[in-house]
């Protein structure tokens, strides 16, 4: 279970490379894209990175950008009254927690603010997606998500399903 001592928020400027090398999930194309690349990426508008802090140390951390699904690859039971080729979406793009903050619910409750956090803005999205690994299908499948049927390790959630 999570207690409330995550402070969770968009990952800010002073954050240095070097304050976010103390960062280790265990999966090292995750703790590399974290310590070298995420920046770039909110540079140039790819991505926005969300941090969960416990004090000043980073417990986790998650990504969003911009994306689409078409409407053919919804589940037959999202498809109804909608009428567009392509369906906004918001895609999770990288998500980790620290190992030292694992098995403390921290994963969900960093999946539960993105949606949030979508669900909530001024620019319409149908459905936050994310691009699992097998292994974390079930762990999504758990929040609510349904995997797209030609892609089993694309998930989604449809945000009609969250109260704002």
Sequence with gaps: MTSTKFRI????????????????????LLDRYFREKVTQDIRNNLARCFIALDGDRIAGFYTLSASSIA???????????????????????????????????????????AALRVANSPIGAYAIMVDTKDDAVGFYEKLGFTPIPDEPNTVLLRLGKISQ
């Excluded at 990952?11 to 090292?28: H, I, W």
């Excluded at 009428?83 to 098995?103: M, N, Q, S, T």
């Design 71 to 113: 409407l053919d690859d919804l589940p037959e039971g999202l498809k109804k009254r909608l009428r567009y080729e392509f369906i906004p979406a918001v895609r999770i793009g990288r998500l980790a927690v620290d190992k030292d903050f694992k098995r403390q619910g921290l994963g969900s409750t960093l999946v539960f603010d």
């Design 9 to 28: 928020v968009q990952l800010p400027r002073e954050y240095s490379k070097k304050t976010r090398e103390a960062f280790c999930s265990g999966a090292v």
